[in-house]
């Protein structure tokens, strides 16, 4: 029994006692362990019996067997071509060729179990001469000795294969493209030989299968390179017959005549209008600076050897009249004679200004003759080189085609080349190595003696030992009945709950309500009012205030439209979970900042008469869903116990906080619960009021009964 933090608005509460409501009793029979144990022990020698004769035997059968050694060696499975064997077309190819896909090392795998590979290491091992591969069964000797079982070859290749096949294990080692070879043989010497002869005869198979390839593709192209060779020459004469009788000549950088000079033409043209315009701008240019009296300031001007001179004649003139002018009156001889020279001056540079934009425009009237004249000629130009299109698209056209087979010809050549230079097996490295030689081992891999021992007598003990419990567990002698109570946790008023005692009067410093809830996962908690006569939602809007001051994201959901008096959301207008159900508002319309603290509040937001079809709305539970993923606690201020039973995301809540009247009957407290619980909440918290003033330190709080 422990008293929660403050909430606002209430009158004081204090602590409680909540006494168990009994309900349904369940009787099971337990196990009882310790007679169990007992009985094991009483029975002990039905386990350790059998054990010690597992132990012998093991023992006994482990040294008689005889034992089979295994040898390993490992190839890497990699592309050994380097730039000087490979082909030339594949040298400069941006194709990363080391690397080799699952699928490939898998197939290599198949390769090494083949049965041609097999065949070849038998042979060259002599396997067939060993006991060990052509032993037969007993059967079958005894019917070959009385002359009617089967002794040919063929026979006896098959055994020796079988047992070949037997002993061998070839797998590729995980995310790596590494295969392991593993044999099996009495003799480690010869598991030793066999593994190493598997990996050997392999290389030597990719090599030869190389070799065939290219001998194949060598022979081909021979026969392909002469038939082009004929159709290169056939249609390169027909390309030179048809220019021959065209006319369609080729001048520099294989450019026809007519296209060179409608180039030269073209730029010609392109120089003349350039020249033309830069003339008319200058000469323009030039005539308004003087026709506004403003200093010629044109580079061609400045750039002029006599405007410089004149220039610097000015500037002298200038000075000396500046320095005269410090001594003698402006009506002096000398400073009007100074005048005079600095104004010719100034005529003559004008002068030179209007003989040059003469020049400009006279350079641009040669520049348009020249244009016309250069126009006149293209045109001309281009009607002969209309007339020729025709045939030229049909030489282009032999052309194309004689070029197309002479490629073709040159890779052709280029891969015969290639192909006969690496008709040798040392020019062919197989795609793969061997990077671990199987070496003979003096440890047997089979029988594994000490984990064999170990294993049989373990699990003959596990055995016995599980026997003996089950015949005792069957006769009933290690069980007895257990009794199992549920209470159904209820909160009284003070008046009727039971005296405290002394350690309760003085408690220690109780959880408040946030902490409780705080206790559990993140998620939904909802504020219940046991009654339509109770108001839960100041409980319910100081608990979320509360939460969210320890940091948390918590959101205030006002589900019931009875307190919208007591909104933290002021606007009786604002949008809220009726809006956002409807469709007709988003979520961030809805949640609305608390003034008081970093609390988010969504409103009811409607009618009260809603309340029914907007509890068992759909997008209510999914709206409800998305702000658990958002938020630390989504606190629901819901309506009665009986209302919010038939909602349809009740079954989602896993903490619902019952607030029950000031004066609260056992019997509708356990009517409560067993409703909310039915609904298909986990878990409940109980809280309650009272008139009595409190003292302690969780006075004014509501109350966790249960």
């Known amino acids: 029994m422990r008293s929660v933090g403050e909430v606002s608005g209430l009158e004081p509460l204090v602590p409680v006692r909540a006494p168990a409501v009994p309900g349904a009793r369940e009787h099971d029979g337990d196990i009882d362990l310790a007679a169990l144990g007992r009985a094991l022990w009483e029975k002990r020698r039905w386990i350790l019996a059998p054990t010690l004769v597992a132990l012998a035997i093991t023992f006994v059968a482990v040294n008689l067997m005889t034992p089979v050694y295994r040898a390993e060696s490992r190839i890497l499975i990699e592309n050994r071509e380097n730039a000087f064997f490979r082909p030339e077309i ?179 043209l392109g120089v003349a209008r350039t020249q033309k315009t830069e003339a008319e701008s200058k000469a323009r240019m030039i005539r308004e600076m003087l026709a506004s009296g403003r200093p010629v300031e044109a580079s061609d001007i400045i750039n002029s050897e006599l405007i410089r001179r004149l220039v610097e004649q000015s500037i002298t003139l200038k000075a000396l009249l500046a320095e005269q002018s410090s001594t003698l009156l402006s009506q002096h001889p000398r400073i009007k004679e100074l005048r005079a020279q600095i104004a010719g001056l100034g005529r003559q540079i004008r002068d030179e200004a209007e003989r040059m934009v003469r020049a400009f425009e006279n350079d641009a009237r040669i520049a348009d003759a020249r244009q016309a004249q250069i126009a006149r000629d293209l045109d001309q130009l281009k009607q002969q080189v209309a007339g020729a299109g025709e045939q030229d698209v049909q030489l282009r056209a032999l052309e194309r085609e004689a070029k197309a087979e002479r490629d073709l010809l040159e890779s052709y050549l280029a891969r015969y080349r290639d192909s006969a230079a690496r008709d040798t097996l040392s020019a062919l490295p197989p795609d793969a190595r061997i990077i671990s030689r199987a070496m003979p081992s003096n440890v047997p891999a089979f029988p594994k003696k000490v984990p064999m021992i170990l294993l049989i007598t373990l699990a003959t003990f596990v055995l016995s030992t599980g026997i003996v419990a089950s015949g005792e567990l069957l006769s009933g002698q290690a069980r007895h009945m ?225």
């Open 482 to 706: 257990a009794v199992r109570e549920r209470g159904v946790p209820v909160a009284l008023n003070l008046q009727q709950s039971l005296p405290l005692d002394e350690e309760a009067e003085a408690p220690a410093q109780a959880p408040s309500l946030a902490e409780l809830v705080g206790a559990h996962e993140p998620g939904m908690v909802a504020v219940v009012p046991a009654t339509e006569a109770v108001a839960a939602t100041p409980i319910a809007a100081k608990l979320a205030r509360d939460l969210a001051c320890r940091g948390e994201r918590t959101v205030l959901i006002e589900l019931d439209p009875r307190a919208a008096a007591a909104s933290l959301v002021r606007d009786p207008t604002a949008p809220g979970v009726v809006n956002l159900v409807r469709g007709t508002a988003s979520f961030g319309q809805v949640i609305h900042r608390d003034r008081t603290s970093r609390l988010h509040v969504v409103p009811f937001g409607g009618p009260a008469a809603e309340i029914d079809d907007l509890l068992k709305a759909e997008r209510l539970a999914l709206a409800l869903s998305a702000l658990v993923q958002t938020y630390d606690h989504v606190v629901l201020a819901a309506p009665p116990a009986a209302t919010l039973a038939k909602a349809g995301f009740v079954g989602q809540l896993p903490l619902a906080v019952v607030v029950g009247p000031k004066v609260w009957e056992p019997a509708e407290a356990e009517g409560v619960y067993d409703q909310l619980a039915e609904a298909g909440i986990a878990d409940l918290i109980a809280v309650v009021e009272t008139d009595v003033a409190g003292t302690g330190p969780g006075s004014g709080d509501p109350v966790m009964a249960a």
């Open 90 to 268: 594949e040298r400069n190819s941006a194709v990363d060729r080391t690397l080799v896909d699952p699928e490939a090392v898998t197939s290599q795998v198949q390769i090494l179990l083949s049965r041609d590979l097999g065949r070849q290491v038998v042979t060259e091992l002599h396997l067939a001469d060993k006991a060990e591969f052509d032993a037969g069964s007993l059967v079958s000797n005894l019917l070959r000795l009385v002359g009617l079982g089967r002794d040919d070859k063929l026979a006896t290749e098959e055994r020796v294969l079988r047992a070949y096949f037997e002993r061998l294990k070839v797998y590729p080692i995980e995310k790596s493209r590494v295969i392991a070879i593993e044999f099996e043989s009495r003799d480690p010497d010869l598991a030793a030989k066999v593994a190493n002869a598997v990996a050997e005869a392999y290389l030597a198979l990719q090599q030869l299968a190389k070799q065939d390839s290219t001998r194949q593709a060598s022979n081909w192209l021979q026969g392909e390179i002469e038939k082009l060779r004929r159709k290169v020459a056939d249609a390169e004469g027909r390309a030179e017959a048809f220019r021959s009788r065209a006319d369609l000549f080729v001048g520099v950088n294989n450019t026809q005549l007519f296209n060179q000079q409608l180039a030269e033409l073209n730029t010609q």
